[in-house]
């Protein structure tokens, strides 16, 4: 049995875990998530705990046992204490800010970037480069920080760009370094 899987899930008081037909819904203080579960695992709910149980013994079944019950764990801790992210700015002149329901990112080209917030994510802006992403979605959140990420990644001679705060950067010597 998967060792992922096999372990049940605590459900706080204040969270309600509703199961109807493949979907599974969890309620809580910081909102509802939903997740559709694989027809090849059952979940069960009972006495304030989650249990998960594979219909056969194929090899996919096993994968998706250990899978759905690390979302619906997530799901319970998104609705209980939620996710959070920080992105760091790095740059001579880059900065990022606020404005209305949008981030305002300034990364060195001609025109600063307008990133609309998606609906249920929240931002904020410490100190003009950094920038903090929080939501009740693990998924949600690490899409969010993937796309703000991408409009400029951090570049290996400089370090310049946006990065996650513990990610390294590994740095490279310029030309001038190699003689």
């Known amino acids: 049995m998967s060792r992922i899987g096999r372990l049940p899930?605590?459900?706080?008081?204040?969270?309600?875990?509703?199961?109807?037909?493949?979907?599974?819904?969890?309620?809580?203080k910081r909102g509802k998530l939903t997740q559709a579960v694989a027809a090849n695992v059952e979940v069960h709910v009972a006495d304030g705990v989650c249990s998960l149980s594979r219909r056969d013994e194929s090899k996919r079944s096993k994968a998706m046992h250990g899978l759905y019950r690390r979302l619906?764990?997530?799901?319970?801790t998104g609705v209980t204490e939620g996710f959070s992210k920080i992105l760091l700015v790095n740059g001579v002149g880059y900065r990022a800010e606020l404005k209305g329901g949008s981030l305002l990112l300034n990364l060195g080209f001609s025109n600063p970037i307008?990133?609309?917030?998606?609906?249920?994510?929240s931002v904020a802006v410490e100190a003009n480069n950094r920038i903090i992403?929080?939501?009740s979605d693990r998924q949600r959140l690490g899409q969010v920080c993937a796309e703000i990420r991408s409009l400029r990644p951090?570049?290996?001679?400089?370090?310049?760009?946006?990065?996650?705060e513990k990610e390294f950067v590994r740095r490279k010597i310029g030309k001038t370094g190699v003689k």
Do not use: F, L
């Not at 899930?9 to 309620?27: L, W």
């Not at 307008?114 to 994510?121: A, D, I, L, M």
């Not at 951090?154 to 996650?164: A, D, F, L, N, V």
């Open 9 to 28: 899930i605590r459900i706080p008081p204040g969270v309600k875990v509703t199961v109807a037909g493949s979907a599974v819904s969890v309620e809580g």
């Open 72 to 76: 619906i764990q997530n799901m319970v």
């Open 114 to 121: 307008e990133y609309p917030v998606p609906e249920g994510v």
């Open 133 to 135: 992403v929080g939501s």
């Open 154 to 164: 951090p570049e290996p001679y400089k370090g310049k760009g946006i990065r996650y």
